[in-house]
């Protein structure tokens, strides 16, 4: 059984709590102990030497002191090597079994089903308040259908694309465990610590459920206008052309106990060294640009930007975005794939990011307009959670609340001032919340992951047991590497999603026609209203 | 008998209905209902779209009356609904040709 998926590399804390917790517990305290021996050793000599004024004899007991140190620290090195021998490199599935944490698995389950509130009913809902009360229903089946269909999805090729290995090839896996072929519950899947292990059915459902959102964000940039039937095979057919190969190329690597043989087995992205710790390229700017090209070329809602369009309920699009922020913790803690001190920081990191967004956009709506709304206050927080997303796990609270701070400004311009001069009508804001906000995070977590600022750093998983080493850690250097990866990212989903966009529109057509928009898409589409009252 | 028909801002509503209760105005009907006159509309912002809304919203009452206690009403309503300020809302008085009551068949006065 081989190793099977990958992410980010993962910290210093995570890795230095879980070898001396799991591993090297005694060897610690035996280091402990031997160190307090020698010293006590060196002081007795010292104050005999002392007492005798004796200057041979002080010779003599410094020499005996050092000889004990010396015998010590010999102990401990050697207590240490045994200790590094006792991982295995390369562990067969019957030591993965033995590598597997009861504690890692249930915070994984329990992410799995909180990453899936957050596309049901929280996104729906956050969509839902926001378009006029005569496409509520259209916007809520949509999401909801596309998460039931991308569920199937990953389990029939979805996962093997994304996380099987593709040799030479680092833009997509392969086909191997279609349909999960092969995965059952005696086969696991790697972490970011050597020798820990998750049952790879956890991992399977867990990145399932990112697998079901990520083409969900796109609806909003095209709500109210689209038609049912062209969404869900666009949906189908861009999961496979763009979301699994972009999930491979950012996440997928051997494993930390196989890497070091096989050091070029990843995807593209992993291999630039670029972080993303819970998909704010994958997820965010991958779902934020097809929403733009979506929204340009199934073209305006009718009667935009003449007719007014508020939304009809923000009582639900505040309750969509309060469950996304808890669902969030999931998304961004449970990436670290382990229940540790790391997965402590991302979910310190997810809640202060997203304080600091919600505030910082309410203060820009304050000083810009003179009051200040609740629908500005949950879109920071969103576009806080969006900018948090791939620096969760590798950022300190501190330069958590400064990007939290940094993004609501930034993604205000886009939504309030950029998109109405340019004049595309990006219903939701798709865009301008998910795709800025991706940028500014993924970029941002260059500098925020830094150990200088306190940040995680990176490891070193060419090597055996993966090292860390702070000093090499360059902020520029790993700040044009996230450049380059979001630039990857806007060119391979823009390009795909133009792609099929086109190709439906000129089979199948993007849009219900004029009058079926008008009416309203819950009668016209579905048969039923969202209220009979 | 008359048809009173007044439209007034929606938080008098209760005050009106217990100033006409109390002088023996039996039953009404009231709808909420939108619309504009003197009073200057509202500015709604989201996400920095603007979007003034000259339809405000107002509450109808219709009440049909005998003859006698139409003034009594209108004076009433008048005084209970006014905040002397614009947008306060309006008061028209109709002729009313017939009333019946479906339960029992009366008609005219009786059936108010």
Redesign the interface.
Known sequence: MGPVMGRVPNTALGRELTRTSEKGESTMIRKILCGAGALGTSLFAATAAFAQEATTAATEAAAAASAVATEAAATATETAAAAATTLIKAPDAAAMAGMVNKGDVSWMLISTVIVLMMSVPALALFYGGLVRAKNMLSVLMQVFMIASLMGIMWCVVGYSIAFTSGGDNHFFGTLDKAFLMGVDSTTFGATFSNNVYLPEIVFVVFQMTFAMITPALIVGAFAERIKFSSLLIFCVLWSLVVYYPMAHMVWYWAGPDFLADAPTDAGLLWGWGALDFAGGTVVHINAGIAGLVGCIMVGKRTGY?KE?M??HSLVMTMIGASLLWVGWFGFNAGSNLEANAVTAVAVINTMVATCAAAVAWTLVEQL??G?P?L??AV?GAVAGLVAITPAAGLGAPMTSIVLGLVVSPIC?LF???IK?KLGYDDSL?VFGVHCIGGIVGAIATGIVASPALGGQGVFDYTVFPAAFDPSTYSISGQVVTQIKAVLFTLAWSGIGSAVLYFIIDKTMGLRPSVEEEQQGLDLTSHGERAYNM | MKFIIAIIKPFKLDEVREALGAIGVAGMTVSEVKGFGRQKGQT??????E?S?NMLPKVKIEVAAPDDLTDQIVETIQQTASTEAIGDGKIFVLDLASAVRIRTGESGDTAL
Do not use: F, N, Q, W
């Open positions: 930007p007014p508020p939304p810009h307009h009051k709304s629908l500005g879109t205000y939504v309030a001032s109405p804001d | 709604e912002i989201y996400r920095g779209a979007y809304t």
